[in-house]
C-alpha cells in the first residue's frame, strides 16, 4: 500500500465480487473512499464488511442496470453519499456466447445494456460533477482481450467489448481539456466465478471433467498462469493514481499474453 489514492472517491459497479470486489479492496486500501455498487445492498455486504475490516471507508448503493432511471438514481447516491467523485471504475459485466442463428433478439438485447449501455450511462450521470469539480478525474471501463478479437459464437459479447474500447477512446478525446483521463482494462481469462460458471457449460458441451477444461482454458496463455482478479485490480489502482497521469485513450491487456493486439 502507497496511499495513492488517498482522499479521492470513487465509485465501482459490479463489486460484489471477482473483479469487482478485487478493485473495489484495493482502491480502498489505496486511501480512496469506495462506493460498491451491486444489484441490491445485500449482495455488497461482504464487500463493505472486508473492507470495514481493513480499516478502510466505504458504503454500498444499488441499481439494477439494465434499467437507466435506477442507474441515474444510484449514480446521484453515489456523488451525494461521496461528496463528489473522482474515480468511476465500470466493471460490471455479463459474459455468454450463442450462434447468431440461434439468439433471441432478448439475449442480444440484455448483453448490450449491461456490458454497453450501463457503462455509457454511468458516465453520463457522472461527468457532469466530475467536470463542475474542476479537478480532473478518471473514468475506468472493464472491457476484454475480446475487444480486439473475432470469436465464433461470442458474436453478442464481443460487439459490446469492441463498443466499449471506441467508447472509450472517442470519451478521452472528448473529456481531455476538462482534464479527465478515460481507459479500458482488457483482462483475458480471469479466475472468477463468471468464469468458472462458463466453463462448466463448457465441460459438459464437450463431455469432459470440469477440472480438465478449465486448467487447460485458463492457462491457456503465454505464461501458463492462472491469473488472479488482483491482477486486474493492480492495474485499476495503477491508472487511476498517479502512475496513470499520462494514460488515455487506451485499452490495455492484462492477459498473461493471451492476446497481443
Known amino acids: 500500500m502507497t496511499g495513492s489514492l488517498n482522499g479521492k472517491r470513487a ?3 459490479g463489486a460484489a465480487s471477482g473483479m469487482g470486489r478485487a478493485i473495489a479492496e484495493s482502491y480502498a486500501r489505496e486511501g480512496a473512499t ?4 451491486a444489484r441490491t445492498i445485500e449482495r455488497a455486504t461482504e464487500t463493505l464488511a472486508s473492507i470495514e475490516a481493513e480499516g478502510g471507508s466505504a458504503f454500498a448503493v444499488a441499481a439494477d442496470l439494465t434499467d437507466s432511471a435506477a442507474i441515474e438514481a444510484m449514480c446521484a447516491d453515489a456523488i451525494k453519499c461521496l461528496t463528489g467523485i473522482d474515480i468511476v471504475m465500470n466493471n460490471a459485466g455479463v459474459a455468454d456466447c450463442k450462434k447468431v442463428v440461434d439468439m433471441e433478439e432478448s439475449f442480444w438485447g440484455n448483453i448490450m445494456d449491461i456490458n454497453l449501455t450501463a457503462p455509457f450511462l454511468v458516465s453520463k450521470f ?5 467536470i463542475k469539480q474542476g479537478t480532473g478525474g478518471v473514468q475506468l471501463f472493464n472491457a476484454s ?3 480486439k478479437t473475432a470469436d465464433a459464437d461470442w458474436t453478442a459479447y464481443n460487439t459490446t467489448k469492441h463498443g466499449l474500447v471506441g467508447f472509450v ?3 478521452a ?3 481531455g481539456p476538462e482534464g479527465i483521463r478515460a481507459n479500458a482494462i482488457c483482462p483475458g481469462w480471469i479466475d472468477t466465478k463468471m468464469a468458472v ?3 462448466h457449460e463448457f465441460a459438459r ?3 469432459e471433467p470440469f477440472e480438465k477444461v478449465y486448467d487447460e482454458s485458463m492457462r491457456l496463455n503465454m505464461l501458463g498462469e492462472l491469473i488472479p482478479s488482483q491482477a486486474v485490480a493492480d492495474m485499476a489502482v495503477y491508472l487511476a493514481g498517479p502512475g496513470g497521469t499520462y494514460i488515455t485513450g487506451q485499452a490495455i491487456n492484462v492477459c498473461a499474453g493471451l492476446s497481443v493486439h
Open 169 to 171: 477512446r472517442c470519451l
Open 205 to 207: 458441451e464437450m463431455n
Open 126 to 130: 457522472t461527468l457532469p460533477t466530475m
Open 197 to 199: 460458471d462458463l466453463h
Open 34 to 37: 469506495v462506493a460498491v455498487q
Open 145 to 147: 482481450t475480446n475487444a
Open 173 to 175: 478525446a472528448e473529456v
Open 11 to 13: 465509485l465501482v459497479t
